[in-house]
Structure formats: C-alpha cells, structure tokens
C-alpha cells in the first residue's frame, strides 16, 4: 500500500511538473522616408534608429520570462509618391545598406522605377540583392537577439533620371517589416 500511495504521489508531482516550451513568431515593420528634389542625380542618407526599432518590439509586449532567439527579415519595399516639381519620368536607384564606416552592401542596383502618378507601393522582395539583405539581416541580429551593438540602421540610397536633367522631386519611404523568433518555456 505504500508503494502504492509513493507511486501515486511520484506520479502527480512528475506530471504538475510538466514544462512546455512555445514559440511565437511575431512580426513588425520600420520605415524611414526622404523627399528627394533634385535635378539629375541624387545621393541622400536614410536611417532607422535603434531607438524605434526597440520601440516597436516593446509595442509587440512579449512576456519579459521569455527570449527572441532570432529575426528574419520578412519583406522589403518602397512607397514612392510623386511631388509637384517632379519632370523625371523614371529613376533609376541604387540601394545599399552600411556594413560598417567603410563598407556597404547592395540591396539594389541600377534599379528602374517609373514614377508614378499617384502614390505607388513597389515590393523588392525578388529584385534584391540577397548579400544586402543578409548584412540587413545580420545587423538587426546583433540590434536585437545578440544586443551587440545598438547603432543605428544606415542605409544610402542614390541614382538617376531620365530624360536627363530632368528633376526629381518624390517622396520616397522604405518599410522593413522583421519576423522574430520568441522561445518561452511555461
């Protein structure tokens, strides 16, 4: 009887001692913006801070007893909006993201858009650069999972028009919407 009741006992304490392990996959999206109005070429600097970066995973209000084991860049692209002044009929841009001071990786080259007449979503996913998304990738890792940095994203965008010398005056704003891996055991 006593080995009965200490099995029964072994039993229910083994199985209210029962961990489970969940992930979730939580998606969410920044985007930086700049007008662009010039004549001919451009080169212009665009950033997402760290800071809203951090603001937006804090919105997603994960549980703090659980970990992002990992980020994965879901989509990428463009809304462009043409402006007033703009004579241009297409842009032709180059994209790249800022590895360090010194080095960039292309998300885009020579890449043509025709500028449209009203405000126009334009989806990169199979016209990119796949080293660029990488190094993309592979700075939010370090931004978010590793936290072994907390720079800035830093990306420089430049290109072209035509017909030539025409002027470029559009809105242009880059999303990127990130899908996290989040480990919690309950």
């Avoid at 990306?155 to 017909?163: K, M, Q, R, V």
Wanted: net charge negative; glycine share 2%; with cysteine.
């Amino acid at each position: 009887m006593r080995t009965t009741i200490l099995l029964f006992t072994l039993a229910f304490v083994l199985n209210a001692c029962n961990v489970e392990n969940i992930r979730l996959y939580p998606s969410f999206e920044e985007s930086t913006i700049l007008t662009i109005d010039e004549e001919t070429d451009f080169y212009e600097e665009l950033i997402i801070p760290s800071s809203d970066i951090y603001a937006s995973i804090t919105e997603l209000d994960l549980d703090d007893s659980g970990t992002i084991e990992d980020i994965n860049i879901e989509g990428i692209w463009i809304v462009i909006t043409p402006l007033t002044n703009n004579t241009a009929q297409w842009v032709t841009l180059n994209l790249s993201i800022k590895v360090d001071e010194y080095d960039q990786e292309w998300m885009l080259n020579n890449y043509t858009i025709t500028i449209p007449d009203k405000t126009t979503t334009i989806y990169l996913a199979s016209d990119l650069i796949k080293s660029g998304v990488h190094a993309l990738n592979t700075q939010m890792y370090k931004l978010i999972v590793s936290q072994s940095t907390f720079k800035d994203i830093e990306f420089e965008i430049s290109g072209y028009t035509t017909p030539t010398n025409s002027t470029i005056n559009v809105s242009i704003e880059l999303f990127i919407q990130s899908g996290l891996v989040y480990h919690q055991t309950i």
